[in-house]
């Protein structure tokens, strides 16, 4: 049994002879942490390149590493087809009944025999059902569909939404995303938009750029209706008509007016926003497999899309904190043509970005390609590990060559092209040469069977089965409308009291032609600093409430106040009609309003806390205002770095002794191999001297002459010393037992110390404390407490419901 399970390491497969053509005992495990630099998969169709890459992500899901996977061709939704009884009813939904018919079976049958097929390949690659399900634990997969609703639709409105601080105060990710954007947008529209100096694309991203930077989302009826009246009278030293005359605005926004009107628009429009972090993270932090399959795009659309996405992972990207370990993994599988060595697409400065900048945020970048001829080999000097596999032709050789020794000269690297050759020419189906920058040298190695069923592409119908919809709105519990009974109203404030200060909650839903009511309440905001040593917190809160005055001796109770997201400042000071209330007398009272000044500093001291939380096993608290899924996903980072630094040192404590085993192997071996050869020549001696003896008995010798007699006690001191060989082949073969037991052993007790640091930082399901921070009342500053009057809207003889 292949001992594989072991933290931060992906089993790939075994290592592979090629003189032999066969597969040997020692399996392949790659350092998580090598994909920070990046990886490119390349092979023929037929070469087993996405059953490599599919098995690299079930890896990293297993490892707790989300991924986000980019499916052009249609196979990647494989990643979906998990099924640990692996039983005929499990697969009979998605096997190809066209290749049952071939083999003269009908779909049932096919399925069990596939069924049985797969829990073989299983066990010949020493795996069980088992991790299957340990697989399906580890990530949930969510199959997105843009522009389509067979699987979870996606928005593009997302992407054109204003970015957020950092980015507008990165001067270089804002230029990407503006460019990126207005790229994107233009090649849906069939507009070439490679060239960044064309004036499409200068007066696109000027609006853009303008819009984003006043705080403004870029509707795209907006920025059709701009691209005919431009906010700017100036683009660079020209005047506006003269860079663009008004005539060719118009037609151009009419290619953009045409795109959106054009059927099946709308589509995009639909689903859930373009957030990277949404789909890289379930609502309670899990990891997911986020496939985002586009098959089912044209080209076009294809690049539209993917420019959008990618730019989105830049955004994300630079969110996230600084990283040494794997933090998630983006994967492409088809890279032609979104990545060429000359032309300019918008998906390829993303693609650059990343390359060359994800690794210090933890995102590992794998792509693929069938395709070696057509892509910037320069561009992929970055990548640190490349899988190449079985090639269709000489040319396509001949150009992952070239390609392969120009990325070793960019890094100054050694590149033996002879020995290159030589491996790639051998290669079969399944079997990979595997070059990382961070091994002694490249290996050759067969890929291990996979745990998800590979069937091929699947069906609309299939997709459906398998699709998992995901809906912010189907998560979050809708709270119904807070109601309130209105009685007798005028249609004035009342006159209040000098002293007293009347402002007006704005109405903010109320459906036209309703009878609009406001009821008296008291509201009052302060701000409330929380600070504390242990752990160190220092954070600013407002709060902002309404409550009731009731008409008896207790005349306001601020712990049946309901809080609002409203500041003194965004308080109106004018009604916009309606009737009014009579309020309490209380609330006609001057000097009540001193008193509930009060008392709303003495219930925020006793009742305001900073509610943070705490990781027991690391002692990690979260920030003000974090919620559990990003403190879980924080944590699952932090833990994940953890872990690497102690199996680091594990590593190192563990080597000198596993070093000094495999070297009294290897002697041991040797000892064997010179004991068995001495045996060898010992066997031929004793042969050869009772032969003699044999021969000169009975070889018309008729009494016993000393010679004889000689010879036979020669034969007999042989036959005593290959007694004796024998003896020391079978004790130096039992220390090779000994050696190899010891080392075995060792490896378990370093297993067994790798699984429970494993254990303790198990981020997903730990149980998390609450930590309480309770403000002190020098940091409690009242700003106002006046009469406020809220809006309720009614129909007539309906209660009426809240419009604030």
Not at 301 to 321: C, D, K, P, Y
Not at 587 to 605: D, F, M, P, S
Not at 626 to 647: M, S
């Amino acid at each position: 049994m292949v001992d594989y399970e072991k933290l931060g390491v992906f089993y790939l497969g075994r290592k592979y002879d090629a003189e032999r053509r066969a597969r040997l005992d020692e399996p392949i495990l790659y350092d998580s942490r090598d994909l920070l630099t990046h990886a490119v998969c390349v092979g023929m169709t037929g070469s087993g390149k996405t059953g490599l890459c599919i098995g690299l992500i079930e890896e990293a899901a297993i490892d707790g590493i989300p991924s986000l996977v980019v499916d052009l061709k249609g196979d990647l939704t494989n990643l979906a087809l998990t099924f640990p009884n692996l039983t005929a009813a499990d697969l009979r939904p998605f096997v190809n009944v066209e290749e049952a018919a071939v083999k003269g079976l009908d779909a049932g049958s096919y399925a069990a025999q596939q069924a049985d097929l797969w829990r073989h390949g299983l066990a010949e690659w020493d795996q069980t059902p088992e991790r299957i399900g340990r697989l399906k634990e580890s990530a949930e997969v969510v199959i997105y569909t843009p522009a389509s609703s067979v699987g979870t639709p996606v928005s593009i409105l997302g992407s054109f939404a204003a970015p957020t601080e950092d980015i507008l105060d990165d001067r270089e990710a804002m230029r990407q995303r503006v460019t990126g954007a207005a790229a994107s947008l233009l090649a849906l529209a069939g507009i070439e938009s490679g060239d960044t100096e064309s004036r499409e694309q200068i007066l696109l991203a000027t609006l853009l750029d303008r819009a984003w930077r006043e705080g403004k989302d870029a509707g795209l009826a907006d920025i059709i209706r701009q691209i005919q009246q431009p906010p700017v009278t100036r683009v660079g030293v020209l005047d506006l008509d003269t860079f663009f005359p008004p005539k060719d605005r118009t037609a151009f926004a009419l290619r953009i007016n045409n795109l959106l009107a054009s059927p099946g628009f709308e589509a995009w429009l639909e689903g859930e926003p373009l957030d990277v972090d949404a789909m890289l993270h379930a609502p309670s932090g899990k990891p997911r497999i986020a496939i985002v399959s586009v098959a089912h795009l044209n080209d076009t659309e294809r690049m539209f899309f993917l420019s959008l996405l990618l730019n989105q992972v830049v955004g994300w990207m630079r969110t996230q904190s600084g990283t040494t370990s794997l933090r998630a993994l983006l994967y492409l599988d088809e890279i032609f043509g979104f990545f060429p060595p000359v032309s300019n697409p918008p998906t390829k400065q993303a693609l650059l970005t990343l390359l060359k900048q994800a690794r210090a945020f933890g995102l590992g970048v794998v792509l693929a390609t069938q395709n070696p001829v057509d892509i910037d080999y320069k561009g992929l000097s970055n990548a640190g590990t490349w899988f190449v596999g079985r090639l269709q032709t000489e040319q396509d050789k001949r150009r992952l060559l070239d390609g392969l020794e120009g990325a070793a000269g960019q890094t100054g690297a050694v590149f033996d092209r002879a020995a290159a050759d030589r491996a790639i020419s051998s290669l079969g189906k399944r079997i990979f040469l595997l070059h990382d920058i961070h091994s002694a040298g490249p290996q050759l190695f067969e890929t291990r069977w996979t745990l998800s069923y590979l069937r091929g592409p699947l069906s609309r119908e299939q997709l459906r089965l398998v699709a998992r919809p995901v809906s912010a709105a189907a998560n979050a519990s809708a709270a119904p409308p807070r109601m309130a009974p209105v009685i007798a109203a005028s249609d004035q404030p009342p006159v209040l009291a000098p002293g007293i200060t009347q402002r007006f909650l704005p109405v903010r839903s109320a459906p036209a032609g309703v009878e609009v009511v406001y009821k008296p309440m008291i509201y009052g905001s302060a701000r409330v600093r929380f600070a504390n040593l242990k752990p160190p917190v220092e954070a600013g809160r407002a709060v902002a409430v309404v409550t009731a005055v009731a008409g008896d001796a207790v005349a306001l109770d601020w712990n049946q106040s309901q809080g609002v997201e409203l500041t003194p400042g965004e308080l109106e000071n004018e009604a916009r009609g309606g009737h009014f209330e009579d309020p309490p007398a209380a609330a006609l009272k001057q000097r009540n309003y001193a008193g509930w000044q009060k008392a709303l500093e003495t219930w925020i001291y006793q009742s305001e806390r900073l509610q943070l939380l705490r990781s027991p096993s690391t002692g990690l608290v979260s920030t003000p205002d974090e919620p559990e899924r990003d403190f879980r996903i924080r944590l699952q980072q932090a833990c994940r770095e953890e872990r690497d630094r102690q199996a680091e040192v594990m590593r190192a404590r563990y080597a000198p002794k596993i070093a000094a085993l495999e070297e009294r192997r290897r002697r041991a071996q040797q000892s064997v191999q010179r004991e068995q050869e001495q045996v060898t020549q010992q066997r031929l001696s004793t042969a050869v001297s009772m032969g003699a003896t044999l021969l000169g008995a009975f070889l018309g010798r008729k009494t016993l002459s000393a010679t004889t007699l000689s010879r036979a006690g020669t034969a007999a001191r042989s036959y005593g010393r290959l007694n004796k060989e024998n003896q020391d082949v079978q004790r130096a073969g039992e220390t090779v037992e000994a050696i190899e037991q010891q080392l075995a052993d060792l490896n378990s007790r370093f297993a067994e110390e790798l699984n429970a640091v494993q254990a303790k930082l198990d981020a997903l399901s730990e149980g998390l404390e609450t930590v309480s921070i309770a403000p002190k009342r020098a940091d409690i500053t009242v700003e106002v407490v006046c009469l406020a009057w809220a809006p309720y809207w009614r129909k007539t003889g309906e209660q009426a419901q809240q419009a604030w």
